[in-house]
């Protein structure tokens, strides 16, 4: 194989993950970011040692009718779709969804699929994960480049609220005015809330980190943490609670209901099509016996709260069950109660009369828990995704038994390439 690092290429379709797709001039398969089928481009590769090739298009030959001019000059990191104009990644984003189904469960879905989506397609996020770089001013706010293993500076980010993307400036130049080095940091994390109350956490790589760190809450940053996270663990798990100022945890009102969490809890990033997607599940629960895996903080299982029979929420984090416990007291829920566990060692909750509803990570279900379902047999399968591949493989194994009676997407992310998937299997 000719080692060369870039490549042309004809791109024809988009893949399952949002790359263009393409051929090479001379023949070889190809995946790029920022290349758009009807594209013919020059592309970077990230390796050329493996097939298909992977990269990013760097030179845009001949350019879709659907690309637009993107609003940052480091699109590629923060949203790779903020070229392609909003009315075309609605319908492609559908296509996509559609021969993934058909391709990986055998189900047509047909023209009839519907994709829920609204005008925002910026400052939606309610939360961004930053890594650290120094520079000669001091440490910046970075985030990986795609497709590299290194970073680059991102100060602020079009798809974040805006008081999320000032408080990561203020905390930086902070740590700057403490001499501290982006070695020291992990990670950032800033959340925040609809009305704009924002919460923030600093995971640092020295237990003994701090000492000449004294933060100040500014820009209406409600609480902020620092913890000590271990270093053989990649991501930004807390270890040790270092430092804490101000209140660590912020509420969402979802529906009726209020959710706290705090930084180190997943909540999910996008709330107005979040509580659409919710509403739509309100009828396949009603006056049902639901267990709720994958259940985090609470936030499917107590919106739903008053329109089921009963619900246990299962969930691995023992603190985002901790929250799901505050959550069903503050509220008043007296239908309900949650539970630390993982999904797989939870198994005997799935029975044939009860509602399962499911909101597993990207990589899907456990096999033993598709095997159980398929055992046991449910009356009613509740299915959110944010991997459309991984929610048709295992839907796959469940058709002998369920028919899909309904699904609808949710672009909960706008100008990237993912895309949420709720789905609703009957037993036949």
Known sequence: MNKKKTVTATFDSLSYSGYGSGVTSDGKKVYAWNAYPGEVAKVDL???????????AVEIIKPSKYRIPPREKHFL????????SYEREIIWKTIIVRRVWKEVSGIDLGDGLKCVYDNYQFNYRNSIEFNTIDTEEGIRTALMKRGRKEVSIVEKSALAYECVNDTAEDIVNQLTSFNVESSDIKRI??????????????????????????????????????????SGVSQPVPTQL??????????????SKILRYGVSDFFQPN?????????KM???????????????????????????????????SSKATEWAKRNIKENKITNMEAITSSTQDALEHIT???????????EGLHERVVRKLSDEKPKRIIYLSCKPYTQARDIRYLLEFYSLIFIELYNFFPRTPHIESLCVLERK
């Open 46 to 56: 990230f390796g050329y040692k493996k097939e298909p090739l992977k990269g990013t």
């Open 77 to 84: 990191i923060t949203s790779p779709w903020q070229t392609v």
């Open 189 to 230: 994390i800033i959340r925040a809330n609809r009305t704009r109350e924002v919460i923030a956490g600093i995971y640092v790589t020295d237990p003994g980190f701090g000492s000449q760190c004294q933060f100040t809450l500014n820009k209406g940053l409600k609480g902020l943490q620092v913890y000590y996270s271990d």
């Open 242 to 255: 270092l430092q804490s100022y101000g209140d660590p945890k912020i509420g969402e009102l979802v529906g």
């Open 271 to 279: 709330i107005p099509l979040f509580e659409r997607a919710v509403s």
């Open 282 to 316: 309100r009828p396949y629960v009603k006056g049902e016996d639901i267990v709720d895996f994958y259940s985090g903080v609470g936030s499917i299982g107590v919106s739903l709260s008053d329109y089921v029979k009963s619900g246990v929420l299962v969930e691995e």
């Open 352 to 362: 044939s009369e009860k509602v399962i509803v499911l909101d597993p990570p990207r």
